[in-house]
């Protein structure tokens, strides 16, 4: 039977059936047994499925897996133990040293300096190209050894929407897949397969977890995407360390899937843990009711922000005054998520000023949290650059991100409001 995403949070993955827990278990085992030796062979030539290493396959993680699949209406996913490990290997399946690929500018800041460093230290390039640029000079970018295009939904923390239409389209002209970090969205709000993206990654950490308990990734892949043409021979020619096998002929669609897990989980083994997965099932049970929470009274705060006087600038894509309003609209017609960055009038001490106010609402590093919480990027992670320079990164001095969580909204508003106040 067809479901509902409300009831796919609920009932994806796991399916209990006579005598067996309602919940899903915590597989807490990092081996499975087998009766007989030629049992287990066949799994490590990947003749047959079935459990044997943690590293590669865990019954918990797996579950927790198979509902993100079908949140998403993709036909694979892998869990991996971070958000960074998750963009790192939706990337590195389709790039190796002497390869490039395309990202939006709008992207975490973990994110660009994986991209933009890191990856670079392994012989993979990329360009940085700002999505409002027109389409031409976009396009100026594209090399013959391109790999992929990569952009966010709703980008952290600055909050503009990625045109995913705009992008799978350019990219598929190109041959390649577009790639969407699709975090602060949620499936809920915005299903990226359903405009043309080929594969997404979240940082499960956030929204999908809620309440701040495990770290954690997914990476999901759509199935569309063609990969024979030449561009991708690591899945369309003989895997030596795996018996010369292709994982295009062997796996149809799971041929991305397959090989994220057969080669990079194998090999590099950013692994979920089942205690994780479990934790993150919790929060992914309640995620639809969450998310419209969120949005709803982000949506209130916003609005309030907008019209105080204390206030320099507002972004939230949920306010028709927004750059990105019309784009919201189409992505995400139910709401796009809790998180707004806005700038208060006065200077960076002032801003210290006004978070120190404030009662419940907490500072922390974390973002997209079922609590209200705040970051003051020029005080906090970007703390040792100067105006000047953060202006560069894109981040503005005064810049303020409150994520707003799913507390009555007319305490958030109050909190806010006295800390404003006592600021003199
Ligand atoms: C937090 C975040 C990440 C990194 O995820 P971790 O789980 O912290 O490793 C990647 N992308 C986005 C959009 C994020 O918000």
Not at 118 to 132: N, S, V, W, Y
Not at 199 to 213: E, F, L, R, W
């Amino acid at each position: 039977m067809k479901k509902n995403l409300d009831t796919i949070c609920l009932h994806g993955g796991w399916k209990p059936t006579k005598g067996e827990p309602q919940q899903l278990p915590i597989y807490q085992s990092t081996t499975f047994k087998y009766e007989t030796s030629e049992q287990m062979a066949r799994l490590f030539d990947l003749e047959d499925n079935g459990y044997f290493y943690s590293r590669l396959a865990n019954p918990t993680v797996d579950a927790v897996a198979k509902k993100i699949a079908a949140l998403e209406g993709g036909v694979g996913c892998v869990l991996t133990s971070s958000g960074q490990s998750a963009n790192f290997y939706a990337v590195f399946n389709i790039c190796q040293a002497g390869d490039h690929f395309i990202t939006s500018n709008n992207i975490y800041g973990g994110t660009f300096n994986l991209f933009g460093v890191t990856m670079k230290k392994l012989g993979i390039e990329c360009t940085f190209i700002d999505p409002d640029w027109p389409d031409e000079r976009i396009e100026q970018e594209f090399r013959p050894n391109t790999k992929c295009f990569f952009g966010e939904t709703i980008s952290n923390p600055g909050g503009n929407v990625f045109d995913i239409e705009r992008f799978a389209q350019m990219a598929h002209r190109h041959g390649v897949p577009l790639i969407v970090d699709n975090t602060f969205a949620t499936p809920i709000n915005c299903r990226p397969f359903e405009w043309g993206c080929d594969i997404v990654t979240h940082s499960t950490t956030k929204y999908m977890d809620g309440h701040a308990t495990q770290v954690g990734g997914a990476v999901i892949d759509s199935g569309n995407f063609d990969w024979e043409g030449g561009k991708f021979p690591g899945l369309t020619t003989p895997d030596e360390s795996y018996h010369g096998l292709t994982y295009t002929k062997a796996f149809g669609k799971m041929a991305y899937t397959t090989k994220l897990v057969a080669q990079l989980m194998r090999d590099l083994g950013a692994i979920a843990s089942p205690q994780n997965a479990f934790l993150l099932n919790l929060g992914l049970e309640t995620l639809h009711l969450r998310m419209a929470r969120h949005c709803e009274n982000a949506q209130r705060v916003a609005e309030w922000l907008e019209q105080n006087p204390r206030v320099s600038w507002v972004n939230y894509a949920g306010l028709p005054s927004n750059k990105y309003h019309a784009l919201a609209l189409k992505y995400m017609p139910g709401g796009t998520c809790g998180v707004i960055a806005f700038g208060l009038k006065g200077t960076r001490e002032d801003a210290i000023r006004f978070m120190d106010n404030l009662d419940f609402i907490s500072i922390v590093t974390h973002v997209a949290d079922a609590r209200t919480c705040v970051l003051h990027p020029a005080s906090h992670t970007h703390r040792q650059l100067s105006d000047e320079q953060l202006r560069e990164a894109g981040v503005a001095p005064d810049l303020v991100r409150l994520s707003v969580g799913i507390e009555s909204v007319d305490d958030i508003i109050a909190d806010l409001q006295q800390a404003m106040e006592k600021m003199g």
